[in-house]
């Protein structure tokens, strides 16, 4: 009988808790049996959107993303140190105004620089400044520039402190006449490639690692695993900033040379089915050399994840399966077709997929952030990490501390009363910053110190040739095109302006008539 009270009284607190949970609307780092560490509560961090993390040799963390203070387009910035302790939210790079969205990334150098790149404007711009007094603005050395006109960019500093920038856009020969794009896709964005060995003071370059006509690159992004190779990975096809042309498969290049030189694109093309083609893929590397895949399909009858490996660096890949127990957000979900999936492989070979969606295809009110976890050729049942109901989570990114401590940053709308994500400027709730943390497995596991450097802070960009380079650069004689261009940015300004035009004509036509009749 005592037992009995016993469970009962454990089912009634557990039934409780989680009664308590959707009284105040957030739910996460549900308590599990399987002897995976829970997640801290969490931290919101501040206003914005598009997140950027990265972890130091000491085991601080250093967070960037995109804000919006007085109207002025920024970049915040917030530390936390290995301590736990967090600095203040701070603007540290002001790139204007008018709402370019401000993609960015972060990367920290075995000295204790941070790197920072980002999107100004249509620019990419590059900048750095000391990681301990990084919160301060006047810590940052003047902005340079690396590109002219582009959206996504993405950065890492590898083992030997070299700099490697990847950012879609437009390459050395290329301006907004000179585009080579066809009509099918007009003005898309082309990937291209930049590396710095002497902390941003000089840059190569712009290499097209993806230069495909009536096709745009999205998502792209760049790390180095493990082994030392350097991968880049990228969705090719729909150009989402410009609007045209459509999903047709995810790639993947990787450099066994630092940057220097690149294999040729390993294409996935989901198994080439008619009528669907993959898009947010997502590489990595484990521990064992293998690479692993993972992409849904851009088919609005299509919301489940899936996999492929290959053991033979991308030549052959098993046949794509699902895996079981995840549903993502539907395509036709605007927010969507603008998220990403994030794959990591932890120091224990263990690899994390952190995705948005829901285990349950027929519910429309629990899409969440889930962890699944790869162990031993495995997939564990997908763990929800987060839920608000009256915020939808997006944009997961991940950083690995030095005692494989994870640390996950993203981002959330506020869901109206209809249901659907916000993201109007003029709502400065609507958009918010998150962070939340899990123990590591390698406790005892030191942290190493800073090496000291003579070096200075980047002076302004002088590019360099890359050399070698496995493509020699054309000239391409610039030409006229029939296209305007009309971008996500200038979407909304464009469309008020189309308005008062239209008005100003039937205004006219009105006057017309009543003279007329006079």
């Known amino acids: 009988m005592l037992l009995r009270l016993s469970a009962f009284s454990t089912r009634l607190v557990l039934l409780l808790a989680g009664g308590l949970l959707l009284v105040t609307g957030v739910a996460y780092s549900q308590s599990n049996t399987t002897g995976i560490a829970n997640w801290s509560t969490p931290l919101k961090l501040g206003d914005g959107w598009w997140n950027s993390i990265a972890v130091d040799r000491e085991g601080n963390v250093q967070v960037g993303w995109y804000g919006d203070v007085n109207n002025m387009d920024v970049l915040l910035y917030a530390r936390r140190s290995y301590s736990g302790e967090w600095t203040e939210t701070n603007d540290v790079i002001v790139t204007g105004q008018g709402g370019m969205t401000v993609r960015n990334a972060v990367a920290v150098g075995s000295d204790g620089t941070l790197y920072a790149a980002l999107r100004a404007g249509t620019s990419h711009e590059f900048a750095s400044a000391y990681s301990t007094i990084a919160s301060n603005a006047q810590s940052w050395g003047t902005p340079v520039i690396l590109s002219g006109n582009g959206y996504y960019i993405d950065m890492t500093v590898d083992r030997n402190n070299v700099l490697h920038v990847v950012y879609s856009g437009y390459g050395p020969d290329k301006d907004i006449q000179g585009n080579t794009e066809t009509a099918l896709c007009a003005f898309c964005f082309d990937l291209y490639y930049m590396r710095s060995t002497d902390s941003g003071r000089s840059w190569t370059i712009p290499y097209s690692l993806s230069d495909l006509a009536d096709s745009g690159s999205d998502r792209i992004k760049i790390w180095e695993a493990a082994s030392g190779r350097l991968y880049v990975s990228w969705d090719e096809g729909l150009d989402w900033y410009v609007g045209r042309g459509i999903p047709t498969d995810v790639r993947l290049r990787y450099s066994d040379d630092s940057g220097l030189t690149w294999s040729e694109p390993i294409i996935l093309d989901g198994g080439d089915s008619p009528g669907k083609r993959p898009f947010q893929g997502a590489f990595t590397e484990l521990l064992d050399g293998r690479l692993m895949a993972v992409w849904r399909y851009a088919s609005p009858g299509e919301s489940q994840v899936y996999y492929q490996?290959?053991?033979?660096?991308?030549?052959?890949?098993?046949?794509?399966?699902?895996?079981?127990?995840?549903?993502?957000?539907?395509?036709?979900?605007?927010?969507?077709?603008?998220?990403?999936?994030?794959?990591?492989?932890?120091?224990?070979?263990?690899?994390?997929?952190?995705?948005?969606?829901?285990?349950?295809?027929?519910?429309?009110?629990?899409?969440?952030?889930?962890?699944?976890?790869?162990?031993?050729?495995?997939?564990?049942?997908?763990?929800?990490?987060?839920?608000?109901?009256?915020?939808?989570?997006?944009?997961?990114?991940?950083?690995?501390?030095?005692?494989?401590?994870?640390?996950?940053?993203?981002?959330?709308?506020?869901?109206?009363?209809?249901?659907?994500?916000?993201?109007?400027?003029?709502?400065?709730?609507?958009?918010?910053?998150?962070?939340?943390?899990?123990?590591?497995?390698?406790?005892?596991?030191?942290?190493?110190?800073?090496?000291?450097?003579?070096?200075?802070?980047?002076?302004?960009?002088?590019?360099?040739?890359?050399?070698?380079?496995?493509?020699?650069?054309?000239?391409?004689?610039?030409?006229?095109?029939?296209?305007?261009?009309?971008?996500?940015?200038?979407?909304?300004?464009?469309?008020?302006?189309?308005?008062?035009?239209?008005?100003?004509?039937?205004?006219?036509?009105?006057?017309?008539?009543?003279?007329?009749?006079?």
């Open 309 to 518: 490996i290959s053991a033979d660096d991308g030549l052959t890949w098993s046949i794509p399966e699902i895996i079981e127990g995840f549903y993502g957000r539907s395509y036709t979900d605007s927010s969507s077709t603008l998220d990403h999936m994030a794959l990591e492989t932890d120091y224990m070979g263990i690899v994390h997929l952190f995705v948005v969606g829901q285990t349950d295809p027929t519910s429309a009110l629990n899409v969440s952030l889930y962890q699944i976890e790869y162990r031993q050729d495995l997939w564990i049942p997908p763990r929800r990490v987060f839920y608000d109901s009256e915020r939808r989570p997006e944009w997961p990114e991940v950083a690995f501390g030095v005692q494989n401590d994870i640390n996950l940053t993203f981002f959330t709308r506020k869901i109206s009363a209809e249901g659907l994500a916000k993201d109007d400027r003029s709502d400065t709730v609507a958009l918010e910053i998150w962070y939340m943390h899990r123990d590591g497995s390698l406790l005892n596991r030191p942290t190493q110190a800073f090496e000291p450097t003579e070096t200075p802070l980047p002076t302004p960009t002088v590019f360099q040739k890359l050399d070698p380079t496995t493509t020699p650069f054309p000239t391409l004689e610039p030409r006229e095109s029939s296209f305007s261009l009309v971008t996500r940015d200038t979407y909304a300004i464009e469309t008020v302006l189309g308005g008062v035009f239209a008005a100003g004509l039937f205004c006219l036509a009105i006057i017309v008539v009543v003279r007329l009749r006079r």
